[in-house]
């Protein structure tokens, strides 16, 4: 059973960088089959997926259109767990932030709120 | 962007009725990759079918999912108490985006 355990502070000052990690058990980061994802949820934007990474013999990232110019997702192999930083937050940006495994997602981290406020 | 639009947007009914949730998207859905889950207060939402009809590990046969191209349903047979939740369809053909949920609430 693959488990998702999310890590990372919940609030951040405006223009700053948001940054969690998701750490996977029970399958490999690089597994050739799956996906690594970021997705969050707001009352104003509702699910909205942010992007994934995954290992196809070469790494590939692909990021929403919405936050394309602030998010950058990477992989960790020696800790088997993925990151997302996104750049220049601002009160728009809070949210529960969430990890998942798969295309459909399988598998679920248990949610980080982040809030953007001085 | 293919846009995910559900409805109804709440649906209220007693445990043991069925219930048929809609979701039409506004370009066809290449594969029929649609995936349908199911989120209760505080928790992660829970995939309970994809690629349109298939269940997902542990989820109970009273789950159904059926559609193809631009309309999807989801239907389960026969509610029971902890059915009651908000439901989302995503679809993940092209890039991935969600509908904006459907309320079933006990009546």
């Known amino acids: 059973q693959v488990q998702l355990q999310q890590s990372g502070p919940g609030l951040v000052k405006p223009s700053q960088s948001l940054s969690l990690t998701c750490a996977i058990s029970g399958d490999s980061v690089s597994s050739k089959s799956a996906a690594w994802n970021w997705i969050r949820q707001s009352p104003s934007r509702g699910l909205e997926w942010l992007g994934r990474?995954?290992?196809?013999?070469?790494?590939?990232?692909d990021y929403a259109e919405s936050v394309k110019s602030r998010i950058t997702i990477n992989s960790d192999t020696s800790k088997n767990q993925f990151s997302l930083q996104l750049n220049s937050v601002t009160p728009e940006d809070t949210a529960v932030y969430y990890c998942?495994?798969?295309?459909?997602?399988?598998?679920w981290g248990q949610g980080t709120l982040v809030t953007v406020s001085s | 962007e293919i846009v995910l639009t559900q409805s109804p947007g709440t649906l209220s009914l007693s445990p043991g009725e069925r219930a048929t949730l809609s979701c039409r998207a506004s370009q066809s859905v290449t594969n029929n990759n649609l995936a349908w889950y199911q989120q209760k207060p505080g928790q992660a939402p829970r995939l309970l079918i994809y690629?349109?009809?298939s269940r997902a590990t542990g989820i109970p046969n009273r789950f159904s999912g059926s559609g193809s191209g631009t309309h999807f349903s989801l239907t389960i047979s026969r509610l029971e108490p902890e059915d009651f939740a908000v439901y989302y369809c995503?679809?993940?053909?092209?890039?991935?985006?969600f509908g904006q949920g459907t309320r079933l609430e006990i009546k």
């Open positions: 690629g349109p009809s």
């Open positions: 990474t995954y290992y196809r013999s070469k790494w590939y990232n």
């Open positions: 995503q679809q993940y053909a092209t890039s991935h985006t």
């Open positions: 998942a495994r798969g295309w459909a997602y399988s598998s």
